[in-house]
């Protein structure tokens, strides 16, 4: 399966191990003076140890490897202490990985296993902020928040409040496996609709979980497919809206998560949403 994962340039690794001590999952180790991942398994993608990296050695990419097994880390784990087990849960709540943290504190309470995890439950909820790694495509996972009010130039006041419940919102940036796709409804739109649909966040993003992508523009589009399978089969989403805009162009999203859902195997609402270059809802309908 396609999924981030980290890539390591060993031209450029000096060999401090800073990043094998960051990653408390275990995939890296130190291999004839060079870091390297012993096991695909255990990366969860989400780039804690890009931020250990002294000399940007390391980087996220998205390709072809083993699908992360969250019993498997904690497993792993087990030997190194309670200190590390905390350290990696508390890792995932940060970036709102909650199926995963759910799994790794089930199986320790399962397994009888001494670690006192009231201490990631009294957690701060994750927020946008966050530190190490790539900001721009680091998971996030949030609740929206009231706005305060915006003071217009016509001297109007308008309530501003996002509905966005997670970042990235970039196809290509985006873990198809990420907590928060677990049974979510999902909207798949065209990059052109919410500059074009002025209530984009209201009509379209309460409650739901955003990808947004280009049918036209963007390159490597198989990607998407893979992705979007991916989201159907593993994720288990529960619906799928795709708003696109009028122009002939973008019917290709809408082509791409129907070769999704059919590939699948798996039958799931598909509902169609055509934005028009002036703004206004031409069609919407249940495929």
């Known amino acids: 399966m396609k999924r981030t994962i980290i890539k390591i340039d060993e031209m450029l690794c000096n060999?401090?191990?800073?990043?094998?001590?960051?990653?408390?999952?275990?995939?890296?180790?130190?291999?004839?003076?060079?870091?390297?991942?012993?096991?695909?398994?255990?990366?969860?993608?989400?780039?804690?140890?890009?931020?250990?990296?002294?000399?940007?050695?390391?980087?996220?990419?998205?390709?072809?490897?083993?699908?992360?097994?969250?019993?498997?880390?904690?497993?792993?784990?087990?030997?190194?202490?309670?200190?590390?087990?905390?350290?990696?849960?508390?890792?995932?709540?940060?970036?709102?990985?909650?199926?995963?943290?759910?799994q790794g504190v089930s199986y320790l309470r399962a397994n009888n296993i001494p670690i006192d995890v009231s201490l990631v439950h009294n957690m701060p909820a994750p927020g946008v902020k966050q530190v190490g790694g790539c900001p721009g495509s680091r998971e996030v996972s949030f609740a929206p928040v009231t706005a305060p009010s915006f003071k217009m130039a016509t001297n109007v006041t308008s309530q501003l409040v996002s509905q966005l419940r997670q970042w990235p919102?970039?196809?290509?940036?985006?873990?198809?496996?990420?907590?928060?796709?677990?049974?979510?409804?999902v909207v798949l739109a065209a990059d052109c609709v919410a500059f074009s649909y002025a209530d984009f966040h209201n009509s379209f993003l309460t409650g739901k979980i955003l990808a947004i992508a280009c049918p036209k523009l963007d390159s490597n589009k198989e990607s998407y497919l893979?992705?979007?399978?991916?989201?159907?089969?593993?994720?288990?989403?529960?619906?799928?809206?795709?708003?696109?805009m009028e122009v002939p162009c973008c019917g290709g999203l809408l082509g791409l998560a129907q070769k999704a859902v059919a590939e699948s195997g798996q039958k799931i609402p598909v509902k169609l949403v055509i934005v028009g270059v002036k703004g206004d809802i031409q069609r919407e309908e249940w495929m």
């Open 169 to 185: 919102v970039q196809l290509h940036l985006l873990n198809p496996e990420a907590g928060y796709f677990q049974g979510a409804d």
């Open 15 to 102: 060999g401090c191990e800073a990043c094998v001590q960051g990653c408390h999952e275990g995939a890296l180790q130190m291999i004839d003076g060079k870091v390297r991942m012993v096991s695909e398994l255990y990366c969860d993608g989400l780039g804690a140890c890009i931020g250990d990296c002294p000399v940007g050695a390391i980087e996220l990419e998205e390709r072809e490897a083993e699908p992360y097994n969250e019993i498997a880390t904690i497993e792993r784990m087990i030997p190194k202490g309670e200190k590390t087990i905390l350290a990696h849960l508390k890792h995932l709540k940060e970036h709102g990985e909650f199926e995963y943290l759910k």
């Open 226 to 244: 893979e992705k979007l399978k991916t989201m159907i089969t593993r994720s288990n989403i529960n619906t799928l809206t795709v708003v696109i």
